[in-house]
C-alpha cells in the first residue's frame, strides 16, 4: 500500500536557524508531490507542489523542496526560519495516474522560539 | 470570496446519535473529499467523490456515509457505527485542469466533533 512517512513528528528550532523536513513516500510510479501547512488557527494550505520538471520547486514565504526520484523523497527546506513559521506541515502524494487520491503523512509540528 | 464552508465548527453528539456535517465549496471543482485529522496521525480519507452522483470509498470510511447530489455540495454523516467518532473533520476539494485529475486540494476550516 502506498506510504508517506514523515521523520520527525516535532521539531523545535530557533528563529534564523535551517530548516529541513524529511518526507519518505512509498510508490513506484510517477507522483505529485504537496508540502501543506496548517498555521494555528488557519486552513490547511498549500506551501509548494510539484508535477515534474526542475526537481527543485519554490513555494511561498521562502520555503523550497527538493524531490529525489531515486530516493523517492521530498523534502523541505528553508534557509532561516521565523517566529511566524510555527505550524504543522504535511507531505502529501498523488500518484499521477488520475482519478486517485492523495495520501498524507503524520505531520511534523514545528515550533519556532522567537 | 470563492473558497469551502464547513458546518457547523463546533459539534456535540451524544452516542447512537447520527450526525451530518456540511461541506459547501464555490469554487467549481469537480472532486471533492472528507477527511479526518487525529493528532499525530495526519490526514486520513474517509470518502471522496469525483463527480456529482459518485463517491469511493477512502480508507477509513466504515461508520461513515455521504452523499454528492450537488456539485458543490458533499455532506458527511457519521453514524453510530462509528467507534470513535471524536475528531477534527477536514473537506477538501480540487479541480481537474490541465489533465490532472488531482491537483492541488483546497481545505476548509473543519468541523470538531465531540461525542459525549
Same mark, same amino acid.
Not at chain 1, 41 to 54: A, C, M, P, R
Not at chain 1, 92 to 109: H, L, W
Given at each position: 500500500a502506498?506510504?508517506? #512517512?514523515?521523520h520527525?513528528h $516535532? +521539531?523545535i528550532l530557533?528563529e534564523?536557524a535551517? =530548516?529541513e523536513?524529511g518526507c519518505?513516500?512509498s510508490?513506484g510510479?510517477?507522483?505529485?508531490?504537496?508540502?501543506? +501547512?496548517?498555521? *494555528?488557527?488557519?486552513h490547511?494550505?498549500l506551501l509548494?507542489k510539484?508535477?515534474?520538471g526542475? *526537481? =527543485?520547486v519554490?513555494g511561498i514565504?521562502g520555503?523550497?523542496a527538493?524531490f529525489?526520484k531515486s530516493?523517492?523523497?521530498?523534502n523541505?527546506?528553508k534557509?532561516s526560519v521565523?517566529? #511566524?513559521?510555527?505550524?504543522?506541515y504535511?507531505?502529501?502524494?498523488? *500518484?499521477?495516474? /488520475? /482519478?486517485?487520491?492523495?495520501? %498524507?503523512g503524520?505531520g511534523?509540528?514545528l515550533f519556532v522560539?522567537? | 470570496? /470563492? &473558497?469551502?464552508?464547513q458546518?457547523p465548527?463546533?459539534?456535540?453528539?451524544k452516542?447512537g446519535q447520527n450526525v451530518?456535517l !456540511?461541506?459547501?465549496?464555490n469554487l467549481n $471543482?469537480?472532486?471533492?473529499y472528507w477527511y479526518?485529522?487525529d493528532?499525530g496521525? &495526519?490526514?486520513? =480519507?474517509?470518502?471522496?467523490?469525483?463527480i456529482?452522483n459518485?463517491f469511493q470509498?477512502?480508507?477509513?470510511?466504515?461508520g461513515? !456515509? +455521504?452523499?454528492?447530489e450537488k456539485?458543490?455540495s %458533499?455532506p458527511l454523516t457519521?453514524?453510530?457505527a462509528?467507534?470513535?467518532?471524536?475528531? %477534527?473533520?477536514?473537506c477538501a #476539494?480540487?479541480?481537474?485542469? &490541465? /489533465?490532472?485529475?488531482?491537483?492541488?486540494? %483546497?481545505?476548509?476550516p473543519g468541523?470538531?466533533?465531540?461525542?459525549?
Amino acid at each position: 500500500a502506498q506510504s508517506v #512517512s514523515q521523520h520527525n513528528h $516535532h +521539531v523545535i528550532l530557533s528563529e534564523a536557524a535551517s =530548516l529541513e523536513l524529511g518526507c519518505n513516500y512509498s510508490y513506484g510510479g510517477t507522483v505529485n508531490l504537496f508540502w501543506y +501547512v496548517q498555521y *494555528p488557527g488557519q486552513h490547511l494550505q498549500l506551501l509548494l507542489k510539484y508535477f515534474s520538471g526542475d *526537481p =527543485l520547486v519554490k513555494g511561498i514565504k521562502g520555503f523550497e523542496a527538493e524531490f529525489i526520484k531515486s530516493k523517492f523523497s521530498f523534502n523541505l527546506r528553508k534557509p532561516s526560519v521565523q517566529w #511566524s513559521d510555527t505550524a504543522e506541515y504535511f507531505c502529501a502524494v498523488s *500518484p499521477n495516474t /488520475g /482519478g486517485f487520491k492523495t495520501i %498524507f503523512g503524520a505531520g511534523t509540528r514545528l515550533f519556532v522560539k522567537a | 470570496d /470563492g &473558497g469551502i464552508t464547513q458546518s457547523p465548527k463546533y459539534l456535540f453528539r451524544k452516542e447512537g446519535q447520527n450526525v451530518t456535517l !456540511s461541506c459547501e465549496q464555490n469554487l467549481n $471543482h469537480d472532486a471533492m473529499y472528507w477527511y479526518r485529522q487525529d493528532p499525530g496521525q &495526519g490526514l486520513r =480519507l474517509i470518502y471522496y467523490s469525483q463527480i456529482v452522483n459518485d463517491f469511493q470509498k477512502g480508507d477509513i470510511a466504515e461508520g461513515y !456515509s +455521504v452523499s454528492r447530489e450537488k456539485k458543490e455540495s %458533499f455532506p458527511l454523516t457519521v453514524t453510530s457505527a462509528q467507534k470513535n467518532p471524536t475528531a %477534527f473533520y477536514l473537506c477538501a #476539494s480540487s479541480s481537474a485542469s &490541465g /489533465g490532472r485529475t488531482y491537483n492541488e486540494q %483546497f481545505f476548509g476550516p473543519g468541523t470538531r466533533l465531540t461525542v459525549l
